[in-house]
């Protein structure tokens, strides 16, 4: 009896335990090892999933001009900037449209006044440009560095021949054929009182066969520094004030660690944009010493524009010596540092004023 007794239980704990391994299998389909984790392979899983950065789409549409650094419309990039020839004399100041200039060259003229030339390049939309002047040779050899439309009124006599050559796309406001381009104001008196129209100059442009579109290709005028990582000119020494030394309109610039801008002043006040009333800044200037001498007629300027000089490179609140190469007339101008690698400006608007490597004295920064 007892045998049978025996007997009974170890086949009741057999079935016993039998039963409990088939349950644990059963129990397995749903373990957390499986709820968890196979589930959750095919749903990505419950760990934080490592954030992508998001892509910068601010400059979608836009391409890096290579004349002021910044971002600008993918199709305005496209067209031929726009070279204008504009007064400065306290009568002929202050100027309109000079605000929208990406360059600006400022190179002495007879009698010891400078002249401007603004390189603009979304001039389409200008209504007033100007007031426009008349051409020195010289300022066609830096139109032709960025391939731009020149505009001016009349001309030296030493400029006809530079005018004449095919890459100088000159739109004359003294020719009858450009009536619709310029027109002339009463608030000034002539012949201070010229002005453009932008959409005009781009029109005439294309009637004429310029080819308003830059050639495909063209090498960038500048090279700049990264947004992100701005050319500080740290081994430089302080550039807060800048003083190129010209006589008649005694202009300085002088520099805002704020908005890391330089503040154009001339004829001892602000010089500003007559249409807006801003006053005119710069994110870099350049000091170019050149050779100047003078004509047969002991009047007109001669500057030598190609071969090599030296200068000064100024931004951030500091400058450096620099030296310059343009190879011939309409070759690009490059600016080198004493390593003799090519500067790189920061992006915005650049300011280069020519000065007469004789008169290297009287500029002043400080």
Partial sequence: MRKLKLILS???????????????????EFAPSNVFGEEN?????TEEEEEKPEEDNSHEGMVRSGISGLYIDENDAKYRPLAIMMGNTKSAAPQSGIGEASVVYEIPVEGGITRLMSIIENYKTLKKIGSARSCRYYFCHYAAEYEALYAHVGQSKYAKDTLANSRVYSINGLKGETDSVFFRVSERKA?????????????????????????????????????????????????????????VDAPYFEYNADDELYYRYQYKGKHVDLETGEQLTCTNIIIQFVGISYFDDNESLKIGTVGKGEGFFITHGKKINITWTKDSEFAITHYYDSEGNEIKLNPGKTWILLVNKKSANKVVIK
């Fill in 10 to 28: 170890l086949i009741v704990l057999v079935l016993a335990l039998s039963a409990c391994g088939n349950n644990s299998e059963e129990d397995d």
């Fill in 41 to 45: 392979e095919d749903e990505g899983g």
């Fill in 191 to 247: 012949p201070h009182n010229c002005y453009a129209n932008g959409e005009a100059l781009f029109k005439f442009a294309e009637k004429k066969n310029y080819g308003v579109y830059l050639p495909e290709g063209m090498e960038d005028h500048f090279l700049f520094a990264d947004e992100n990582d701005l050319n500080e000119l740290t081994m430089g020494e302080d550039a807060s004030y800048v003083e190129p030394g010209y006589s």
